[in-house]
């Protein structure tokens, strides 16, 4: 019943911005943790950054400075603003939400993942 959708992604130049967003939907009681991983061909997945439900942000060095993290909570939404976009940015973004279901009473916290967008900084 949960679900998490991914969209913005797409092909651009470097040096432009690109703003990746994720919506969760479903019924849910929560969301604690949301964040973006990305994955190119041949690499691991690593992860870019990611958002507490307080606020606390935290990035991949490779990304500090040049991309930002938020959520709309009331909107169960995660943005990742991307500016100053490099080729070896370029890779399949993947949204992660931590969500709370009630179970027995009780609160419980899974981890789901998106579907993916694809971003791709060419020339």
């Known amino acids: 019943q949960v679900q998490l959708v991914e969209s913005g992604g797409g092909l651009v130049q470097p040096g432009r911005s690109l703003r990746l967003s994720c919506v969760a939907s479903g019924n849910f009681f929560n969301i604690n943790d949301m964040g973006w991983h990305r994955q190119a061909p041949g690499n691991e997945r690593e992860m870019v950054a990611t958002i507490t439900s307080g606020g606390d942000s935290n990035y991949a060095d490779s990304v500090k400075g040049r991309f930002t993290i938020s959520r709309d909570d009331d909107a169960n939404t995660t943005y990742l603003q991307m500016n100053n976009l490099k080729p070896e940015d370029s890779a399949v973004y993947y949204c992660?939400?931590?969500?709370?279901?009630?179970?027995?009473?009780?609160?419980?916290?899974?981890?789901?993942w998106g579907q993916g967008t694809q971003v791709t900084v060419s020339s």
């Open positions: 992660y939400a931590a969500i709370v279901l009630v179970r027995r009473g009780l609160g419980h916290e899974y981890d789901y």
